[in-house]
């Protein structure tokens, strides 16, 4: 089964995907941040930035997986390039109140797929028709076959 090339589908990363595709960029979240960003659409609000950026900006952090300032540079360069939607209300949703800001850009930038590997998150899969996934399951969506796999 292959999906609508023509309509991109429209999702929003959570911060733990974007960290680990930082630090790895080999990873499968590398893949879907950098390698296949241009085969969806990436919603992106002012709170789920600004998060990110805090994260990425945590000294522990910076330490702990040897971020420096040209790769946190370049991941907050791709994000800002996103969508940008505009959240007014972010509604108490999720077991963990960090995970409700994700899930009202979702909602609010009409998002097919909130990709994730927090359980807090992937738990709530569907919410509001809104496909809650993992990494790999989203690589499935948007990978492009190779004529090989399409016969």
Known sequence: MRCDVSAKPRAVID????????????SLPAQVVYDLVDNYI???SEATLAEIEDV???PKV???FQLTD??????LQRLSKGERIVVTD??????DPKDDIFLACAVTGSSQYI???????LVLNPYQNI???NVLDFLKVIRIPTNDEEH
């Open 42 to 44: 990436l919603l992106v």
């Open 56 to 58: 990425l900006n945590r």
């Open 15 to 26: 911060t733990q995907v974007l960290l680990r595709a930082v630090i790895n960029r080999r």
């Open 62 to 64: 910076r330490t702990k």
């Open 115 to 121: 990709v994730s590997e927090d359980k807090d998150l």
């Open 131 to 133: 496909q809650i996934v």
């Open 90 to 95: 972010v509604p108490a949703i999720g077991r």
């Open 70 to 75: 040209s790769v946190v540079g370049e991941l």
